[in-house]
């Protein structure tokens, strides 16, 4: 089993900048698909950004590839999130999600085994 702990979110103006963090944490034998979807009120749940935690290979959504990085953290089961130039309707819940069974991360939402319980990002 792994558990999610996320950090960052909050409030900023138009064109500002976020960071989140997610710490992935329990049995993660050979690193796992790392990243983060979200979800804007009456929208589905769409992929931002993922990462392997071994194998590297970043994907983002459409909308934030030129705005966004994710990248490994030193501990390496722990990924941060960068926005950048954030829009408003970049405005929703942010989830972290993991999956140590994917060799490649999928911006897929039910290909994610765990979740966690997402941290709000409001741009205005």
């Known amino acids: 089993h792994v558990q999610l702990v996320e950090s960052g979110g909050g409030s900023v103006q138009a064109g500002g900048s976020l960071k989140l963090s997610c710490a992935a944490s329990?049995?993660?034998?050979?690193?796992?698909?790392l990243g983060w979807f979200r979800q804007a009120p009456g929208k589905g749940r769409e992929g931002v950004a993922l990462?392997?935690?071994?194998?590297?290979?970043?994907i983002y959504g459409d909308d934030v590839t030129d705005r966004f990085k994710i990248s490994i953290d030193n501990n390496k089961n722990s990924v941060t999130l960068e926005m950048r130039r954030l829009k408003l309707e970049d405005t929703g819940m942010y989830y972290c999600a993991a999956s140590p069974d994917l060799l490649v991360c999928s911006d897929y939402p039910p290909d994610m085994t765990y979740w966690g319980q997402g941290t709000q990002v409001t741009v205005s």
């Open positions: 329990g049995y993660i034998r050979n690193g796992l698909c």
């Open positions: 990462i392997h935690t071994k194998r590297g290979g970043p």
